[in-house]
């Protein structure tokens, strides 16, 4: 009788373990399924979120445009002190003191130059990093023009341009401080070459001059705010349009219905956990 009782269970315990092994296998294929479907499920980003998701607002208005304002500083620095090397030398550059001229482009050139490095390391802060800048450009257009021969030279129009460029890239106050700095170097500039050299006097040259720094502050400071609100605004709507996408994306994955997006070229674009599991 224990024969037989073993006889008749045997054929028993064969089918659990087939019924074993199929579970496992279809255990096996549906998490292949999952991880063949991951990427599609909501498991990774959203190509719309993707799409969305861009540059800090922030960066774009302050280290990008800076990094193009020290190319601005480099090419200007590179160019000044190339013409100086020129045989024979064009004038005026440089006409009234060449030495002083070629010094004040090489410290000028190098200025540009840790500008850059500076702006790599993103070290001092970003205010102060515009303002030791543009510091050091009007001293450096400031001695150039006077070793040129003074504003004659037309190289103090210069200064507009740098004034221009730190006051895109600041607050008002700090792009007037800029302009101010600018016309006090220019009339320095006149004051030593009358007072010192007893040279013809320039004080309307210096003094429209500086007045053009100053409305050139002003100008660039308003086209200055007005691109930041643009481009904050267009960050506010840029994050309004990420949180839909995201709360679509969540409700998509949540619904019990199976979702399946396939674009022409039969490529799974989108499918939620459920259709995962189905398929």
């Known amino acids: 009788s224990a024969v037989a009782e073993d006889t008749r269970q045997r054929p028993k315990t064969a089918p659990a373990r087939g019924f074993r092994r199929g579970r496992t296998r279809a255990g096996d294929g549906e998490a292949a399924a999952e991880r063949h479907f991951q990427d599609f499920s909501g498991e990774g980003p959203s190509s719309a979120l993707v799409g969305l998701e861009g540059a800090d607002p922030q960066d774009r208005l302050t280290w990008r445009p800076l990094f193009w304002f020290n190319l601005l500083r480099l090419g200007s620095a590179g160019m ?38 500076a702006l790599a390391l993103r070290w001092p802060r970003f205010n102060l990093q515009v303002t030791l800048q543009v510091a050091a450009d009007v001293a450096a257009i400031t001695v150039l023009t006077h070793a040129s021969g003074g504003l004659a ?22 792009a007037v401080l800029y302009a101010a700095l600018a016309a006090l170097a220019v009339l320095g500039e006149s ?32 086209m200055s705010r007005r691109v930041r609100r643009s481009t904050l605004l267009a960050s506010d709507r ?38 995962a599991r189905l398929l």
């Open 80 to 117: 000044l002190l190339g013409l100086s090397l020129l045989q024979p030398s064009l004038k005026p550059l440089g006409s009234a003191e060449p030495q002083l001229y070629r010094l004040a482009a090489v410290a000028y050139l190098t200025g540009a130059v840790l500008g850059l490095v």
């Open 153 to 174: 030279s037309g190289l103090g129009i210069l200064l507009v341009v740098v004034v221009a460029g730190g006051g895109l890239l600041v607050s008002g106050r700090l």
């Open 191 to 222: 004051l030593y070459r009358v007072n010192v050299l007893d040279l013809a006097p320039t004080y309307t040259q210096a003094g429209l001059l500086g007045t053009t720094c100053f409305a050139d502050a002003v100008l660039a400071f308003e």
């Open 238 to 275: 840029r994050t309004e349009a990420l949180a839909l996408v995201r709360l679509n994306d969540e409700i998509i994955q949540r619904m019990q219905t199976g979702v399946l997006v396939i674009d022409a070229a039969q490529r799974i674009r989108l499918a939620n956990g459920s259709a």
